[in-house]
Nanobody, 115 residues
Framework: QVNVVESGGGLVQPGGSLRLSCEAS????????MGWWRQPPGQQRELVAD???????RYGDSVKGRFTISRDNKKKSWYLQMNNLKPEDTAVYYC?????????WGQGTQVTASS
């Protein structure tokens, strides 16, 4: 079965950094889309970053220049480096893997940027 597990959330002060990790099992890393989404309190889930099989990336406007998505196909893992965190980045972050027309989600991890 497909399993997706993420880690790395936490509490940081504005301007700080965090690195989120996601690892998938029961999958094949090929021409698949992997990414990160987030859901701020009281808001809908929104795109943070996507990476396509060929390496093309897409970022939400609010995180461009601050967040970077990367992947390691051998480890079946992908990452989100978050720099210069702002209070408005506070949300539950979910990693996502798309395969065979289906989306598989991590359990979510809380990221809080606050003084």
């Amino acid at each position: 079965q497909v399993n997706v597990v993420e880690s790395g959330g936490g509490l940081v002060q504005p301007g700080g950094s965090l690195r989120l990790s996601c690892e998938a099992s029961g999958i094949i890393f090929g021409s698949n889309v992997m990414g990160w989404w987030r859901q701020p309190p009281g808001q809908q889930r929104e795109l943070v970053a996507d990476m396509y099989g060929g390496g093309t990336t897409r970022y939400g406007d609010s995180v461009k220049g601050r967040f970077t998505i990367s992947r390691d196909n051998k480890k079946k893992s992908w990452y989100l480096q978050m720099n210069n965190l702002k209070p408005e980045d506070t949300a539950v972050y979910y990693c996502k893997f798309s395969m065979g027309g289906n989306d598989y989600w991590g359990q979510g991890t809380q990221v809080t940027a606050s003084s």
